[in-house]
Every structure is written in C-alpha cells, then in structure tokens.
C-alpha cells in the first residue's frame, strides 16, 4: 500500500510560481509512475502531468504545457510539480497519484492518491 502525502500547495498572485510536492512511502517508488490531476469547485477531476518511473518520459495536459514541470527524485521518494506563470484557472485542488501503469494513470488516474493541496491564484 502507497501513501502519499501532498504540501507546497498556497495563495499566489497571477503570473506567479509554486512548487508542489509529493512524498511517498509504503512501496517500492521507483516502480511507480508519478503524476498530478487537479479539480476546481464544480469541475470533474482532470489529468496535470505524469512521469514515468525513471524520468525518462513526462507528459503533460495541453493546458499546462510550457508552464508546469514535473520531476521525480527516486532517492528521496518524491515528486515535484513546479508551476510558473500561474494562472486563476489554475486555480484547484492538486492530487498526488501513483500507479504502476502509465496508461491507466493518464486515462482514469492511479491506484493511489494523496489528500490534496490547495492552490489559489488572484487576478
């Protein structure tokens, strides 16, 4: 069983940066692909980004693309979603999520999720 426990998350104004992390404990990490969903007040849950379990392949949602970047230290049991230029659409709360398929994550999301973080972006 994977645990994974969200932080970085706060308020920022417009065109601002934030970075969120993810620690993980419980499994073996590095046999984990890693990735971030989001979910605004009366939105569906959407896909963020993921990474792959040795950081050789990222992939991102077209709507964050070029502003976010997604990072993964094996080492430390961590992943990092850096955010730039931050937007209030943007706003949301951020999901940790793990699973050993990248597929599944990037269709339905992962086996594993964290609790979340708030990020909240003024115009």
């Known amino acids: 069983q994977v645990q994974l426990v969200e932080s970085g998350g706060g308020l920022v104004q417009a065109g601002g940066s934030l970075r969120l992390s993810c620690a993980a404990s419980g499994g073996t990490f590095s046999g984990y692909t890693m990735g971030w969903f989001r979910q605004a007040p009366g939105k569906e849950r959407e896909f963020v980004a993921l990474i792959r379990w040795n950081g050789d392949s990222t992939y991102y949602a077209n709507s964050v693309k070029g502003r976010f970047t997604i990072s993964r230290d094996n080492a430390k049991n961590t992943v990092y979603l850096q955010m730039n230029s931050l937007r209030p659409e943007d706003t949301a709360v951020y999901y940790c999520?793990?699973?050993?398929?990248?597929?599944?994550?990037?269709?339905?999301?992962?086996?594993?999720w964290g609790q979340g973080t708030q990020v909240t972006v003024s115009s």
């Open positions: 999520n793990a699973d050993a398929r990248s597929s599944k994550l990037l269709l339905q999301g992962g086996d594993y």
